[in-house]
């Protein structure tokens, strides 16, 4: 099956510096990503919309400067949290479209970020 | 305003029972449904899915059904196994993104 890639797994970091999540797709090509965001027992907020060339697509709440998105490959997208601040502590989780355009989404597993 | 619903936080049923999990919508342009399984520390998995055009989809211990004009459906599983224990999520899809409920902790004893 279809096998989304995602590092790291989980990282501390000190407050004001910025985290870059990768998010690959190993066995297919995604011309689509996207970024959800997960608070304890909350849902999978969608963050934005990535899609390979092209500028990411925000959801309505967030920074787009705050959380850089980058889709330079078919298999490749990249979330940097810059200047992060403990409130940005949260689970991210990728996931990737195969581009023949199945509705179901492959997930990443995760990256628990943790800012002190 | 929370277009997936999933009202109950959690669910404990009995090894070999059914456990039946329940989901609300209320934007109309959905018309694709899925649900996923998530361990803690890892991303959902794919479980199950169902189509608008459809009232039932079956693959094995899973079953899902649509109520269209209840703008509801349910995952059953029978019969439970403990493995079945971890957070289901009910997401659906008008074809531009996909919107998540809340999740539900499903806890099977053994």
């Known amino acids: 099956g279809a096998v989304v890639s995602q590092h790291p797994s989980w990282v501390i970091c000190k407050s004001g510096t910025s985290v870059k999540i990768e998010c690959r797709s190993l066995?297919?090509?995604?011309?689509?990503m996207f970024w959800y965001r997960q608070f304890p027992k909350q849902s999978l907020m969608l963050m934005a919309t990535?899609?390979?060339?092209?500028?990411?697509?925000?959801e309505q709440g967030v920074e787009k400067d705050k959380f850089l998105i980058n889709h330079a490959s078919l298999t490749l997208s990249t979330l940097t949290v810059t200047s992060a601040h403990p409130e940005d502590s949260s689970f991210y989780i990728c996931s990737a479209r195969d581009r023949r355009g199945h509705e179901k989404l492959f997930f990443g597993s995760g990256t628990q970020l943790s800012v002190l | 305003d929370q277009q997936v619903k999933q009202n109950s936080p959690s669910l404990s049923v009995q090894e070999g029972r059914i456990s039946i999990l329940n989901c609300d919508y209320t934007?109309?342009?959905?018309?694709?449904f899925l649900w996923y399984k998530k361990y803690p520390a890892e991303g959902p998995t794919f479980l199950i899915s169902i189509s608008s055009i459809k009232d039932k989809n079956e693959d094995g211990r899973f079953t899902v059904f649509l109520n269209k004009s209840a703008k509801h459906l349910s995952l059953h599983i029978v019969p439970s196994q403990p493995g079945d224990s971890a957070v289901y999520f009910c997401a659906a899809t008008d074809q531009s993104k996909l919107t998540f409920g809340k999740g539900i902790t499903l806890s099977v004893r053994p």
């Open positions: 066995d297919f090509q995604a011309t689509t």
């Open positions: 934007n109309s342009m959905f018309d694709y």
């Open positions: 990535s899609n390979e060339g092209s500028k990411a697509t925000y």
